[in-house]
C-alpha cells in the first residue's frame, strides 16, 4: 500500500493546532511518528503520534470512534513519574485523523541496544530496571496495567554527566486493573499483550494484572542479561508463543544462573521470583520490585565507578523499530 493510502498523508512541513511539523522520526506500525514545534507553548518541542488511516478507519469500522489515545493522556495525567513519557494533548489533524501530542524523549530502544551489543551488563541493567520498577510502581498505584512492558517501549540515553536515564514511552495498550480484558467477548489472550511476555495466566486466558506486568519485567530483566528473548524463540509468532508457555518445559529454558553467570545471587532470585509461572509467587507490584532492586543498584553504581557504562548516546524518539 502507499503510504498515502495506508498510513495517509505525510505531515511534514505542515501546521495545524499550534505545531510545526519539522519532521518524520519513526513508524511503529499502526502510527507515524512526528518532531514538531509546540509554538503555543513556548516553543517547545514535541513528538507528534498520528494514527495511520487504514488502522483508524478499521477501528471506526468495528464501532470505535473514540480517539483510543485519549486513554494514553488521561493516564500520563493521573501516574506521573520521571521515567514514564508525558503526553500533553490529544486531537485531529486535518483529515481527521487521530494524533496524541507527547514528551519527545531522546535516547535508544533497549531493543536497539541489544542489537548493537548483545547483552548489558548486570551492573548497567540493574539501574535501568530499578527505575522501570519505579515508574510501573506508579502505574500500579494508580490501579493502570501496563502490559507491554518490552525492549522496544524502553528508551534509555547517557546524560552529559554520564547519567543513565530510562524512559517508558507506550501506553497504548493499557487499563485499568479492575477491568477485564474482554475475554467474556471472545478476545484472544495472544492479542492482549506482545505474546514474547505473555504471563502463563494471560496464555491461559485469565486476563492481565499488576502481576503479568511483573512478569513482564521478569522478562525485560532476562532479555537484557542473556540477549535472547525469555522463550528462545527464533520464530516467534503468536501462536507459538502460546504453545511453547502453555507447555510443561520450563521458562527460560536456559536458567539465569547459566545464561549469566557474574549475576549477585540476589539478582539472579529476584528475577526467577519474576518468572514464577504462580502470580502469587512474584514481587506483588512495580514498587515492591523497585524495594527488591535497591540494594542491588548501590552494588551496581559502585562497579560502574570502575566500569563506565557504555550506553549509546545516539538520539531518535522510539528508534527505528518501536510499536
Known amino acids: 500500500m502507499s503510504f498515502e493510502g495506508a498510513r495517509g498523508e505525510s505531515l511534514v512541513g505542515r501546521s495545524f493546532d499550534g505545531f510545526a511539523v519539522i519532521d518524520e522520526v519513526a513508524w511503529t506500525g499502526a502510527a507515524t511518528v512526528y518532531r514538531a514545534m509546540q ?9 507528534l503520534k498520528v494514527m495511520d488511516a487504514l488502522e483508524q478507519r478499521l477501528r471506526e469500522e468495528q464501532g470505535d470512534s473514540q480517539n483510543p489515545m485519549w486513554r494514553e493522556q488521561r493516564f500520563s495525567q493521573v501516574a506521573k513519574h520521571p521515567s514514564l513519557v508525558r503526553i500533553f494533548r490529544t486531537g485531529r489533524v486535518p483529515d481527521g485523523r487521530y494524533y496524541a501530542a507527547m514528551e519527545f524523549v ?5 531493543a536497539e541496544e541489544l542489537r548493537h551489543r548483545g547483552s548489558i551488563p548486570w551492573h548497567e541493567a540493574v539501574i535501568v530496571l530499578e527505575q522501570l520498577a519505579a515508574a510501573v ?19 534509555v540515553r547517557t546524560s552529559r554527566t554520564g547519567a543513565v536515564r530510562a524512559k517508558l514511552i507506550d501506553f497504548g495498550i ?6 477485564r ?27 492481565t ?25 527464533h520464530n516467534p509468532t503468536a501462536q507459538a508463543c502460546v504453545d511453547r508457555i502453555l507447555s510443561d518445559r520450563p521458562i527460560p529454558d536456559v536458567p539465569l544462573r547459566e545464561a549469566a553467570r557474574e549475576l549477585p545471587d540476589d539478582l539472579q532470585v529476584l528475577i526467577e521470583r519474576c518468572l514464577c509461572r504462580a502470580p502469587e509467587e512474584r514481587p506483588r507490584d512495580g ?3 523497585r524495594e527488591a532492586l535497591e540494594p542491588l543498584v548501590e552494588q551496581a553504581r559502585s562497579r560502574a565507578v570502575r566500569s563506565p557504562g557504555m550506553w549509546s548516546r545516539m538520539l531518535g524518539w522510539f ?5
Open 39 to 47: 509554538v503555543d507553548a513556548n516553543s517547545r518541542i514535541v513528538a
Open 106 to 110: 531522546e535516547g535508544m530502544s533497549v
Open 137 to 155: 510502581g506508579v502505574l500500579h498505584a494508580a490501579g493502570i496495567v501496563h502490559r507491554d512492558l518490552k525492549p522496544e517501549n524502553v528508551l
Open 174 to 179: 493499557a487499563k485499568l486493573a479492575h477491568q
Open 181 to 207: 480484558d474482554d475475554i467474556d467477548a471472545g478476545v484472544d489472550p495472544k492479542t492482549l499483550s506482545t505474546p514474547l511476555i505473555l504471563a502463563p495466566e494471560v496464555a491461559r486466558g485469565l486476563g
Open 209 to 233: 494484572s499488576l502481576a503479568s506486568d511483573v512478569y513482564a519485567m521478569g522478562a525485560l530483566a532476562y532479555e537484557m542479561l542473556v540477549g535472547r528473548n525469555i522463550l528462545d524463540l
Open 287 to 289: 514498587t515492591a520490585l
Open 319 to 323: 528508534g527505528r523499530d518501536a510499536s
